[in-house]
């Protein structure tokens, strides 16, 4: 028999680090949490009139009839903890994490209760920082104004198994007194240190799980490499190595520690070794939410164990370049306009000008250009700025204003000036010289200075090898979009990878391949014009010149009003027989003159 659906508030708790606390002293840790059962918890659970539907070991589920009350058992029992608490070493305090949801759930006939409500709940309480309550935006409609505590919005947040990102606020109900575990070399009145702007990481001391102390060193060695990788990051606020590695050998919550370190991202992994064979694993959290942004495994034989080293700390950031800036840029989109500073206006840009788009464009640069004024030395905000305006001196859309073209190249070299450490700033700069002032020789300086200094970044490999390829080294462009894309196949803009790899077949003789380049961008974004520039040619070339047609009449109806000596202006490549070779292809497919 079906059980019968209701409304309910459920509250989900359970204690932070159990595993560690009973694996130091099973039978103490057991006995205080039957205590705390029998004294607090189950008493405050009744006094606020829930009932408590299961126990999970260390946790619990409780239905209540509303969510008022939940919140003011959990709150009760929180601020209880605090008191309980107080004179206990870090490494024995129990400290609890809440979650709280008003949602739709199934009453079993044994009272049981089952559905996404249950589920939901479970999944705030695991977001939650210890000695915190985590609330969806359902609870705290209902409670809003109503309990005096302070109060932080997280935003939408992807849940583990839950299909939508959920709303979430945190009501920090231990924290108003003290933290549940004092920092490592804080004192209990020293205040923890706030996030930069930038995004901040730090990676933590890989896990040996090999049981042999010697493989110490490979593990020490993988987070010394990608430490000192990711620091070549200027965007990137990264921990030293000296500083993350107080953790080694502790069981700490990940949250507590990114909150001693003051920073936001935490990479953590582990290295396994079974006879030759290594495996790595790591994974990248937002420390913030809780949430798991990537993971993955890396497989190496212990032959060449540095080579192995090098090839993982390569995959690690390739990875995490992209993912943290997806992860920014959602993170932004959640903060009102009004709250935005410089920073922020850069990063809310950034999926604007990825879209290629004349409308999008003009609104990535007049966020940035409001990033510029908030802080004129932001040398990102600066270049990227110039790289709107490239496109649309360059594309044909309707101006920004009186001088595009003119304005981007001194925006240019304006970047190179305020941000020539940066590899991101030189690499974009280089573009804007070599389309905009047809300046090879210091948009190659730009971009060869730029993967000196960052020959870890995706991104700067990319637009590097563009400037290459405009220049007239299409070979050795190739190699540096083959890299761009094995470093960054998690990029939301891959298709500009596949696109620009594609002309670095084309131009060096290769048809077929810079087809299979082309259609493969198309499928992933089908609105860039420039993946059309390299199909058509390369169409024409092997004798298909329905399929070039068809590319023609797709770039048409993406830049209405487009002819051959239209094109011909936009084309910044060095070498006249590669903008003859194009331009012809265009003929033939039928592009008018």
């Not at 966020?367 to 790289?387: C, E, H, N």
């Amino acid at each position: 028999m079906i059980g019968q659906r209701k409304l309910a508030a459920i509250l989900a708790a359970d204690v932070v680090g159990f595993s560690r606390l009973a694996g130091a002293d099973e039978d103490r840790t057991l006995a205080r949490l039957r205590a705390l059962h029998s004294d607090l918890i189950d008493p405050t659970i009744a006094v606020h009139g829930g009932r408590v539907v299961k126990r999970t070991g260390d946790g619990v589920l409780v239905d209540f009839r509303s969510v008022v009350d939940a919140v003011r058992c959990a709150i009760e029992i929180q601020e209880s903890m605090v008191e309980r608490n107080a004179g206990v070493p870090a490494d024995r305090q129990i400290v609890f994490r809440v979650g709280v949801h008003l949602g739709d759930v199934v009453e079993e006939r044994d009272g049981d209760l089952m559905g996404d409500g249950v589920n939901i709940a479970a999944r705030l309480e695991a977001a939650a920082a210890p000695g915190a309550i985590c609330l969806s935006e359902d609870a705290y409609r209902q409670v809003k104004g109503r309990v005096g505590l302070p109060v932080r919005d997280l935003g939408y947040v992807k849940l583990k198994n839950i299909a939508d990102p959920v709303r979430i606020y945190s009501l920090d109900a231990a924290a108003v007194t003290t933290s549940p575990t004092p920092a490592i070399g804080l004192k209990a009145t020293d205040s923890l240190p706030t996030l930069p702007d930038k995004p901040s990481i730090a990676v933590l001391p890989f896990a040996n799980m090999s049981g042999d102390p010697e493989q110490d060193y490979f593990a020490d060695g993988m987070v010394e490499e990608i430490t000192t990788a990711l620091s070549r990051f200027n965007q990137l606020f990264v921990i030293a190595r000296n500083s993350s590695f107080v953790y080694k050998g502790r069981a700490i919550d990940v949250r507590q520690a990114a909150a001693e370190l003051g920073v936001r991202y935490v990479l953590e992994g582990s290295v396994r070794r079974s006879g030759p064979r290594l495996r790595i694993t790591g994974q990248l959290i937002d420390a913030v939410t809780g949430g798991h942004l990537w993971a993955d495994r890396f497989d190496g034989s212990l032959e060449d164990v540095f080579d192995v080293q090098d090839k993982i700390t390569e995959r690690v950031v390739g990875a995490i370049e992209p993912t943290i800036r997806k992860a920014e840029i959602e993170r932004v989109r959640r903060k009102r306009i009004e709250n935005l500073n410089a920073y922020d206006h850069y990063i809310r840009a950034l999926s604007h000008v990825d879209a290629f788009k004349p409308d999008e464009n003009l609104e990535a640069l007049m966020l940035l250009l409001k990033a510029i004024d908030l802080d004129p030395s932001f040398a990102l905000a600066v270049a990227f700025a110039a790289w709107c305006l490239e496109q649309r001196a360059t594309r044909g859309w309707p101006p920004a204003g009186k001088d595009d073209a003119g304005r981007a190249i001194a925006l240019a070299r304006q970047a190179l000036n305020i941000g020539g450490d940066d590899a991101t700033v030189l690499a974009i700069s280089g573009i804007v010289l070599v389309r905009v002032a047809g300046d090879y020789n210091a948009g190659l300086d730009a971009a060869k200075r730029a993967l000196r200094l960052n020959p870890g970044s995706g991104f700067v490999a990319l637009q590097s090898s563009v400037v290459l390829m405009l220049a007239g080294d299409p070979e050795e462009a190739l190699v540096h979009a083959e890299r761009a894309m094995a470093l960054n196949p998690l990029d939301p803009s891959f298709y500009l990878y596949l696109t620009n790899a594609g002309f670095g077949h084309l131009l060096s003789g290769r048809p077929l391949q810079a087809i299979e380049m082309g259609r493969r961008s198309a499928s992933l974004y089908a609105d860039w014009d420039t993946t059309y520039w390299l199909l058509v040619p390369a169409f024409v070339q092997v004798g298909r010149l329905e399929d070039a047609r068809a590319a023609v009449a797709k770039m048409t109806e993406l830049s209405p009003g487009i002819t051959v000596s239209k094109l011909q202006k936009v084309l910044a490549f060095k070498d006249p027989a590669a903008v003859a070779m194009i331009l012809e292809g265009f003929r033939t497919a039928g592009l008018p003159e």
